[in-house]
């Protein structure tokens, strides 16, 4: 039986302002030599927006809020991607077993995360589709509805009270997230233990962990704004550029041997 360490007190690295460019590079080579199983993570995504898309129909105002909610539970749904790197790292073979394995463990601690981000994107939900119905002067029921309605809405402060309580959940769930993840994958860390962690890191690398922040929000609207399609290859890049992320902030369990990346 595995003893989960309940020490928050892992080691936090300090960055260069420009290192995140750094894991995007790293996380196309693990694309190039997986390309099936990164590429069957972004289809999945996609394949699951569509289907919300499908759902929300003509309520684009529940829409708004789900498929914003939804990338909030993300990071969980991209395990298999972190399982991946850290085999290409260690020169293990890396392919759809790599992912079956992580999934087929149940580990609790990701159960338990998983639940937790559940629980934070339907909360976003519930709160943007309040924030829409009550306060958009008509009912926004397309994406054109939303556009003309909230966002270029100058008579009232909708859409940058919108943005602002998205980002208030936001700001936590990235600093939870940004290397928990990963960390629980490659160490036998409890959940509190890796979320305080993964706290550290952002609290003591704030200006490239702001543009980390910044590359994650901007590669996700494109893929978003590319009707999903983009979300095929932008969630395999984020996935693998974030095992990198933990590996530059904390470090993995053990050194690969030959290390490639040092």
Same mark, same amino acid.
């Given at each position: 039986?595995?003893?989960?360490?309940?020490?928050?007190?892992?080691?936090?690295?300090?960055?260069?302002?420009?290192?995140?460019?750094?894991?995007?590079?790293?996380?196309?080579?693990?694309?190039?030599?997986?390309?099936?199983?990164?590429?069957?993570?972004?289809?999945?995504?996609?394949?699951?927006?569509?289907?919300?898309?499908?759902?929300?129909?003509?309520?684009?105002?529940?829409?708004?809020?789900?498929?914003?909610?939804?990338?909030? =539970?993300?990071?969980?749904?991209?395990?298999?991607?972190?399982?991946?790197?850290?085999?290409?790292?260690?020169?293990?073979?890396?392919?759809?077993?790599? =992912?079956?394995?992580?999934?087929?463990?149940?580990?609790?601690?990701?159960?338990?995360?998983?639940?937790?981000?559940?629980?934070?994107?339907?909360?976003?939900?519930?709160?943007?589709?309040?924030?829409?119905?009550?306060?958009?002067?008509?009912?926004?029921?397309?994406?054109?509805?939303?556009?003309?309605?909230? =966002?270029?809405?100058?008579?009232?402060?909708?859409?940058?009270?919108?943005?602002?309580?998205?980002?208030?959940?936001?700001?936590?769930?990235?600093?939870?997230?940004?290397?928990?993840?990963?960390?629980?994958?490659?160490?036998?860390?409890?959940?509190?233990?890796?979320?305080?962690?993964?706290?550290?890191?952002?609290?003591?690398?704030?200006?490239?962990?702001?543009?980390?922040?910044?590359?994650?929000?901007?590669?996700?609207?494109?893929?978003?704004?590319?009707?999903?399609?983009?979300?095929?290859?932008?969630?395999?890049?984020?996935?693998?550029?974030?095992?990198?992320?933990?590996?530059?902030?904390?470090?993995?369990?053990?050194?690969?041997?030959?290390?490639?990346?040092?």
């Amino acid at each position: 039986m595995t003893v989960l360490a309940e020490t928050p007190l892992l080691p936090v690295r300090a960055l260069t302002v420009l290192q995140p460019l750094g894991w995007l590079e790293r996380a196309w080579h693990d694309i190039r030599a997986v390309p099936g199983p990164a590429f069957a993570h972004g289809v999945v995504l996609a394949l699951a927006g569509w289907a919300l898309m499908a759902l929300a129909g003509q309520r684009f105002w529940v829409l708004a809020g789900a498929l914003s909610g939804f990338l909030l =539970v993300a990071p969980i749904l991209a395990t298999g991607l972190y399982a991946l790197s850290r085999a290409l790292e260690r020169g293990e073979p890396a392919g759809w077993s790599t =992912v079956w394995s992580v999934w087929r463990s149940a580990d609790r601690r990701f159960v338990a995360f998983g639940v937790l981000l559940a629980l934070a994107g339907t909360g976003w939900v519930v709160v943007s589709a309040a924030l829409i119905v009550l306060f958009a002067p008509a009912p926004v029921e397309t994406p054109v509805d939303f556009l003309r309605l909230v =966002v270029a809405n100058r008579a009232s402060w909708l859409f940058e009270g919108w943005m602002a309580l998205g980002g208030l959940l936001a700001v936590p769930v990235f600093a939870s997230t940004v290397v928990a993840l990963p960390l629980m994958l490659d160490r036998p860390v409890g959940l509190w233990s890796a979320v305080l962690t993964s706290w550290r890191t952002v609290l003591e690398n704030p200006a490239p962990m702001a543009l980390w922040a910044a590359l994650l929000l901007g590669f996700t609207l494109l893929g978003l704004g590319s009707l999903l399609i983009g979300l095929v290859a932008v969630v395999p890049m984020l996935g693998h550029a974030s095992w990198y992320a933990y590996r530059d902030l904390v470090g993995a369990a053990t050194t690969p041997a030959g290390d490639r990346l040092r």
